[in-house]
């Protein structure tokens, strides 16, 4: 991996990381999360396709969040590969 690719996956995950610790945006996901439970408890046992859409909707919520989660490690991974380099005594070789 270059350098160009490992530097742009530490900013992903700083972007990332800044977003997961957004008040507004956390504020926001639980928001969601709650409403979507509160409908699907108050949704009808019958209602088998409402409950199941309900159940996605978290779903995809918790989905979100794991994804820019795993930004965030990518973006840590990239910034310890990229920390190694710099130790004094290592030798890079550079590949054209």
Known sequence: MTDSELL??????QYAMSLLENELLQEALAAIDREVMEQWIACPARDKEGKEALWQLIKTSRKFRDILTGFIETGK?????????EKP????????
């Open 8 to 13: 742009e996956q530490q900013t992903r995950g």
């Open 77 to 85: 991974l990239a910034t310890a590969e990229l920390n190694r380099f």
């Open 89 to 96: 005594g290592f030798i890079r070789r550079v590949v054209g």
